[in-house]
């Protein structure tokens, strides 16, 4: 895991990484499939936070914003908008935090969620799931290299 990231970031990161390969195997739950979207959430944030951090530190930030969105268009200025995939994928776990949910074929292998907000559909499944987690540890990897 990169350098620069607190334990608070590699904790869940961890957690997460528990929960999308031992925890939903056994349990095939929808309840366990929205703690790993608010886990993959949280890791985002606080690399971000971590990231912002180190850039006040050494004076080419002047304030870290408070605002989670903010925090990210900030960094996608810095980065020269080369963070569009990642400030996508935030976008997408915060709708699916904040929708509506429902269940198809809990307790079962295909396990799938779906958060629905103003007839707007979003299908969540192992598979989708594993791609979310990946392409946030990515992020975080990402962040590292502009450090």
Known sequence: MPEFLNEDVRSEIRRADHMLYVSLKYSRTCDVMRNIVKRLINT????TTNFLEDYKERGKVKEVPKL???RMELIENILKNKIKKYFKLYKTLKFIDKAKIECREEYRKNVTLIAIVDKKRIEVNYETLKRYFEETKDFIVFLNEYK
């Open 44 to 47: 985002i944030e606080l690399g």
């Open 68 to 70: 989670n969105f903010k």
